[in-house]
């Protein structure tokens, strides 16, 4: 997570573990580019137990649970240092199911302004203008074939493949995104959460430097 885009970045990370890591990916790592936060000896764990308490304890979280998932859980730490202005936004590592991870974003950092709405994804191909023609609804077959869309829908305004298909929920939306990123093998920026000012995202398992 980025302080401003001109400093350093800050890792929530064991040191030990993470430059075991670097080396291990022959990943060059200068000290001088980041500040570690180590969760099992934080000098600010008090300050962030009581605060992920304060948020929390309305919501079924003791002080001894509240005690237990702070050191441990760096999705938590991250949150609620955005929320103590130690950090601007948290960039959380997806591993296990997203909706874990955009439970802790809700809970700690939303409020009556700031709340989820979607994630945004782009996939950038080479082949593709971006020009803005919309439609709808159709199923997504008859939207990515043209064939298929001049026999049962002549009167559509679409031309060709569909670019950008919006969907009813995440489920539908995350699963034709899968399989258009891995058969088309293109760059694809995101998930961006929408709707939250910036103030958190949640990378997916398939995530590279170059697309985020």
């Not at 991870?101 to 409020?111: M, V």
């Not at 399989?179 to 959460?193: H, S, W, Y």
Request: aromatic share 6%.
């Amino acid at each position: 997570m980025h302080k401003q885009t001109i400093d350093a970045l800050i890792l929530i990370a064991r040191p030990d573990v993470f430059l075991k890591k670097g080396r291990q990916h022959g990943i060059p790592i200068a000290q001088d580019d980041y500040t570690i936060v180590n969760p099992e000896d934080c000098a600010d764990y008090e300050g962030n137990c009581e605060t992920y308490l304060g948020l929390m304890q309305r919501r079924g979280l003791t002080p001894d649970l509240a005690r237990a998932i702070t050191p441990t859980n760096t999705t938590a730490i991250g949150a609620v240092m955005v929320r103590r202005q130690m950090a601007d936004s948290p960039i959380c590592r997806a591993v296990g199911q997203y909706r874990w991870y955009l439970n802790y974003i809700r809970q700690l950092l939303g409020s009556e302004t700031l709340h989820l709405i979607g994630a945004l994804s782009l996939v950038i191909l080479d082949s593709k203008p971006r020009s803005f023609i919309y439609d709808g609804e159709i199923h997504s077959d008859i939207a990515l074939d043209a064939g298929l869309r001049e026999r049962y829908f002549p009167n559509s305004r679409l031309l060709g493949e569909a670019d950008v298909p919006v969907f009813a929920n995440t489920d539908a939306a995350s699963g034709l995104r899968n399989i258009l990123n891995m058969k088309a093998q293109r760059l694809e920026v995101g998930p961006i959460l929408m709707g939250m000012s910036n103030r958190a995202h949640i990378v997916t398992t398939s995530i590279t430097s170059g697309g985020y």
